[in-house]
């Protein structure tokens, strides 16, 4: 039994309540990491997301290397020109908190605790976090444009 005198008549010894506790946190634990409802999560990502983006409408897509912020996803998604034929969308939401990434020179930064993302949304420094989450991407090269979905 208990040697504390609050506890002593509560029918609890302290070896049954730390058990009782550690089952309790490792349960809100596995709750929280078996959510996939956070959005940015480089394990889920935005779900539902089938977009069809007018490369033409993006000037700074017209070079290698280039990266534009494309609107009427709704959720924000940045495109990256990873080549002649090539591009790869990431979602701007950080994996870390959820804040909105900015294009930052060739990558990303987020504001919120200074994360940064290469231009393959790799994890380069900042507040320690996963990769950006990446969408599937899909050309088409006679209409000039690209579908990015989850
Ligand atoms: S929310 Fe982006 S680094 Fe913390």
Redesign the pocket.
């Known amino acids: 039994m208990s040697d504390c005198t609050k506890c002593r008549g509560a029918g609890v010894n302290r070896r049954e309540f730390l058990a009782t506790s550690s089952a309790l946190a490792i349960t809100a634990v596995l709750a929280a990491c078996g959510s996939d409802s956070e959005e940015g999560s480089s394990m889920t990502g935005p779900r539902n997301v089938n977009a069809t983006v007018t490369l033409a409408n993006y000037a700074a897509l017209g070079t290698v290397g280039g990266i534009a912020v494309i609107s009427g996803a709704g959720t924000p998604i940045a495109v990256v020109r990873a080549s002649a034929t090539q591009y790869r969308a990431f979602s701007l939401i950080?994996p870390?908190?959820?804040?909105t990434?900015s294009i930052s020179g060739a990558g990303f930064r987020?504001s919120?605790?200074?994360?940064t993302f290469n231009g393959s949304g790799a994890w380069t420094g900042?507040?320690r976090?996963t990769g950006l989450f990446e969408f599937t991407v899909a050309s088409n090269t006679t209409a000039g444009t690209i579908t990015i979905t989850s």
């Open positions: 950080c870390h908190a959820g804040t990434v987020c919120n605790h200074g994360a900042g507040e976090t």
